[in-house]
């Protein structure tokens, strides 16, 4: 089957690489780019070639004959350089914002053309979901399974989701989130065909370590499944090649002991004072009395001991005490070593 075409066609060199490099490396759409800085050579393409997306600066449109490349070409976008006109015909978008931008804009008048399959093109490994859940509170729960992520984001492709109400992450890392989980999942039930090239909007980073703003509505957790949170899970590490999914559940999520069957390794952490014990008995009964004995055998109970001091800067949990605890985890219990 003939391979989809992407063409950028820009005089600036650097410009339109970048631009290229960014729809590879963090979009990952199953299309072959193809780029052009000279308009001659994006003609002479064309001439045997159909292309599915064009992203053409307005300079280099000029110069070619525009009904032709309309024939050629699925849907086009032009790059304006200044102030310019809008058309009426055609999609422009200012060269002036960063490629997130500039795809984000795409994203919203892209055809269905774009849709694909990630079972079709992902690799044959699955992805790991690894979950950490507690009963007891105020465990250092998020800080564990942060800083878990961080370190096996320097070896591995790796995404943290965060399912509680109040996660506090706009305020711990001083940012304003325009999308979050929430539109994730929209975008997943009701235009499932344009949300590779939506990722890229929602997806933010955090010292290597990739993560979804945690949703900013109360009641947002309970507005889908544990079903819905897996297919999810999974259609987006198919769509970016995650190795890793990590999994920071809270009792929140409706369908919380079908996200932990689905786990390959649940971390739960425990404390030694009475309602913390009484807290976990509890839990580990339901398991039993539910019948959920593969959620317990896959549980690793981690009990930390008094950390001196714990970084307060979330990009920074890769160093201290704690950083060194988690680093004989994944050491020992996730690569066997």
């Known amino acids: 089957m003939r391979q989809r075409v992407f ?24 299309y072959a780019f193809h780029l052009f ?19 053409i600066a307005e300079s280099a449109l000029k110069l070619l004959r525009e009904e032709y490349v309309r024939r050629q070409v699925e849907q086009m976008f032009v790059l304006r350089e200044g102030e310019g006109t809008e058309r009426s015909d055609t999609a422009c978008i200012s060269k002036l914002q960063s490629p997130q931008a500039i795809l984000g804009m795409m ?19 699955e992805v790991k979901l690894i979950g950490v859940y507690s009963p007891v509170k105020r465990c250092l729960q998020t800080t564990f399974a942060l800083t878990l992520g961080q370190i096996l984001a320097r070896e591995h492709r790796t995404l943290y989701l965060n399912f509680e109400n109040y996660s506090g992450f706009g305020q711990m890392l001083r940012r304003d989130f325009s999308l979050d989980m929430m539109d994730l999942m929209y975008y997943f039930r009701c235009d499932r065909e344009r949300l590779a090239i939506r990722l890229p909007a929602v997806i933010q980073d955090i010292n290597g370590l990739d993560y979804i703003p945690p949703t900013q509505s109360v009641m947002g957790m309970r507005e889908a499944d544990g079903k819905q949170w897996l297919e999810l899970c999974e259609y ?7 190795e890793y999914v990590i999994l920071d559940l809270d009792d929140a999520v409706d369908g919380l002991f079908d996200l932990l069957r689905h786990c390959s390794r649940i971390y739960t952490i425990t404390k030694e004072d009475s309602f913390a014990v009484a807290k976990l008995n509890q839990y580990e009964q339901i398991l039993k009395f539910n019948e959920m004995d593969e959620i317990a055998d896959r549980t690793v109970k981690c009990r930390f001991p008094v950390f001196k001091e714990i970084p307060r800067d979330l990009d920074a949990l890769t160093y201290g005490e704690l950083a060194g605890y988690v680093k004989a985890i994944v050491k020992e219990d996730l690569y066997g070593e």
């Open 107 to 125: 994203a919203e008048s892209i055809g269905e053309t774009s849709g694909w399959d990630p079972k079709e093109t992902a690799p044959g490994a």
């Open 236 to 242: 987006v590490a198919a769509i970016r090649e995650y």
């Open 37 to 55: 800085t000279e308009a001659e050579e994006l003609q002479k393409f064309l001439q045997r070639e159909k292309v599915e997306i064009l992203l």
């Open 7 to 30: 063409a950028i066609c820009d005089a600036e060199e650097a410009y339109a690489a970048r631009l290229m490099e960014y729809m590879i490396e963090k979009v990952r759409l199953p």
